[in-house]
């Protein structure tokens, strides 16, 4: 994921690369922006993101986002049991992407 970052010269705005796949259960949109700074969040969810603790906002350096969506879009008779059974296959796809976006040094870290 790192991409280019690392080997062209000059000062890094972004890096951004996003993959969009097509599932049975729905589609996946998994995002990873690479930039220089403090850490932040993906846009759309800042404003409503709880306060993060200063340990992690005020390092400074290189850094990835990783931002995945995953939806389904279907016109079809409610059903709670069926709606529960789609997030549940959904919230697997953006695991799988997850687990395949970081390594198992940054999963060890994190923990």
């Not at 992690?56 to 529960?84: L, M, Q, S, V, W």
Request: proline share 4%; aromatic share 6%; glycine share 6%.
């Amino acid at each position: 994921m790192l991409g280019l970052s690392n080997k062209l010269e000059g000062k890094l705005a972004h890096t951004f690369n996003e993959t969009v796949t097509l599932h049975t259960s729905g589609q996946l949109v998994s995002r990873v922006i690479i930039q220089d700074g403090h850490v932040g969040l993906p846009p759309e969810i800042m404003v409503l993101a709880p306060r993060i603790d200063s340990k992690i906002t005020e390092p400074e350096g290189r850094h990835a986002i990783i931002d995945t969506d995953a939806y389904c879009e279907n016109r079809e008779k409610f059903n709670i049991e069926k709606i529960g059974s789609k997030l549940i296959e959904l919230h697997d796809e953006i695991e799988k992407s997850f687990k395949a976006t970081v390594t198992t040094f940054a999963i060890n870290a994190w923990n």
